[in-house]
């Protein structure tokens, strides 16, 4: 093992056995690097490497804190993966979502209050049906609160991270496919229905399809010829 990756052990060892804990800060570095037996430049490294996953916090001229370790927090650097992805794993994407974001909302019909599902209803009543872009910023909004309703904050906080790495997906198909709007909001609310009906089977199967359908559209869209340039052409002729 890599004396680095040692030293990010030992630093996880503490944080398992309670010797540190949300919030608290580390003891300076002298000394931790001598009660852990490790060369200050070693530990400097780890400190870096458990800053950028977010379980530390380095703040200069204070000290180095244990980060509140929330699921959201830790889970950013998922997000940063998925922004890394290239068009030809979107699909991959969307296919994780599909196999997830069913489960998320079958848990929030049965976690979720009425009032959770009026405002979710709300949502969908809230939305300018002759703008893609007001329909993306609700598409991931309404997705979003779902997974939150589920109450598991790491399949939540998952959730979020993928659905970011799918917004441009959902642009360009509201832009080229005729009454996306439409068809994604009629979508939404037979989901709330079947989330006031209480049946989670019937949610997971419309969300699932909700899903499948945009997966769909994407294959077909990414597979189909592209249209020549008109203008370029006639530059040419």
């Given amino acids: ?27 300076p570095e002298k000394e931790l690097s001598e009660r852990l037996g490790l060369s200050r430049s070693s530990l400097r490294e780890a400190v870096k490497a458990l800053e950028v996953i977010r379980v530390l916090d380095v703040r200069r001229g204070d000290g180095t804190y244990v980060t509140s370790l929330e699921p959201r927090l830790l889970l950013e650097a998922v997000g940063f993966i998925v922004d890394l992805h290239r068009d030809s794993t979107l699909l991959e994407l969307f296919e994780v979502r599909r196999l997830l974001e069913p489960a998320a909302a079958a848990l929030a019909t049965r976690r979720a209050s009425r009032d959770d599902i009026a405002a979710l209803g709300a949502l969908v009543a809230a939305v300018d049906t002759t703008s893609v872009e007001d329909l993306v910023t609700h598409d991931l909004a309404f997705h979003r609160r779902i997974a939150e309703l589920s109450g598991n904050s790491y399949l939540s906080g998952i959730l979020d991270q993928l659905s970011g790495g799918t917004h441009r997906a959902r642009v360009w198909r509201g832009l080229t496919e005729s009454d996306a709007v439409g068809r994604t909001l009629d979508e939404h609310r037979a989901l709330v229905e079947a989330m006031a009906a209480g049946d989670a089977d019937l949610v997971r199967a419309c969300l699932t399809v909700h899903i499948a359908g945009v997966e769909r559209w994407l294959a077909r869209a990414m597979t189909a010829p592209q249209e020549p340039d008109r203008t370029s052409q006639r530059r040419s002729a």
Wanted: net charge negative; charged share 30%.
């Fill in 1 to 27: 093992m890599a004396v680095t990756d040692e030293a990010i052990v030992k630093i996880k060892e503490m944080l398992l056995t309670g010797e540190l804990g949300p919030g608290d800060r580390l003891p």
